[in-house]
Nanobody, 124 residues
Framework: QVQLVESGGGLVQAGGSMRLSCAASGRFFSTYAMGWFRQAPGQEREFVARISYAGDNTYYTDSVKGRFTISRDNAENKVYLQMNRVSPEDTAVYYC?????????????????WGQGTQVTVSS
């Protein structure tokens, strides 16, 4: 099966930047849509961003538009989430997800594979 491994999380000060990475196994990575979700303590998992299989179509939840950027490098089987001007409201466990469909929306059940998550904590 496909394995996803997130990295790059940690503690960051409000207003700062952080870059999350997701490394994927499998030869079909370039055909998968990829997404980032996050889950804060006591909250349900929420959609953050997604990117199409070719990287030419992206979509973001309103709260991160203009601050976060999702990108991918199909040659390296990696997807990234660049987080700029972070705030304490961004504190959560961030999950990388993959969908066999090249184009997906924002529902978690549209994704087939999930990573273990990486903690992002933003201090004020």
């Amino acid at each position: 099966q496909v394995q996803l491994v997130e990295s790059g999380g940690g503690l960051v000060q409000a207003g700062g930047s952080m870059r999350l990475s997701c490394a994927a196994s499998g030869r079909f990575f370039s055909t998968y849509a990829m997404g980032w979700f996050r889950q804060a303590p006591g909250q349900e998992r929420e959609f953050v961003a997604r990117i199409s299989y070719a990287g030419d179509n992206t979509y973001y939840t309103d709260s991160v538009k203009g601050r976060f950027t999702i990108s991918r490098d199909n040659a390296e089987n990696k997807v990234y989430l660049q987080m700029n001007r972070v705030s304490p409201e961004d504190t959560a466990v961030y999950y990388c997800a993959a969908a066999r469909s090249g184009f997906v929306h924002v529902r978690a059940n549209e994704y087939d594979y999930w990573g273990q998550g990486t903690q992002v904590t933003v201090s004020s």
